[in-house]
């Protein structure tokens, strides 16, 4: 199993992110899938949440109205769209298939 994520960087507060998962060696097509993150000395925050089919999506509070969970099961990838992001430290944002993560792709709001 293996779970890349890719597209964060450094964004003015108000820009915009796309990240993305490319997931391998499992059948994608057939689960639920997260996304999570966490700053430095902080604990993991659950971000959303999208089911098998891409129908059925839940958010934190946090991001609701924001931030846009996808997936496209043709191209085993996991997406997640960031606007209007607001000015905090660093994060890692993670996908998740159940415990397991991948490397995580660094987020940096700041001006």
């Known amino acids: 199993v293996q779970l890349v994520e890719s597209g964060g960087g450094l964004v003015q507060p108000g820009g915009s992110l796309r990240l993305s998962c490319a997931a391998s060696g499992f059948d994608f097509s057939r689960y639920f899938m997260n996304w999570v993150r966490q700053a430095p000395g902080k604990g993991r925050e659950w971000v959303s949440r999208?089911?098998?089919?891409?129908?059925?999506?839940m958010y934190a509070d946090s991001v609701k109205g924001r931030f846009t969970i996808s997936r496209d099961n043709a191209k085993n990838t996991l997406y997640l769209q960031m606007n209007s992001l607001k000015p905090v430290k660093t994060a890692v944002y993670y996908c998740?298939?159940?415990?397991?993560r991948g490397q995580g792709t660094q987020v940096t709001v700041s001006s």
């Open positions: 998740m298939w159940g415990d397991i």
């Open positions: 999208i089911d098998k089919g891409g129908g059925d999506t």
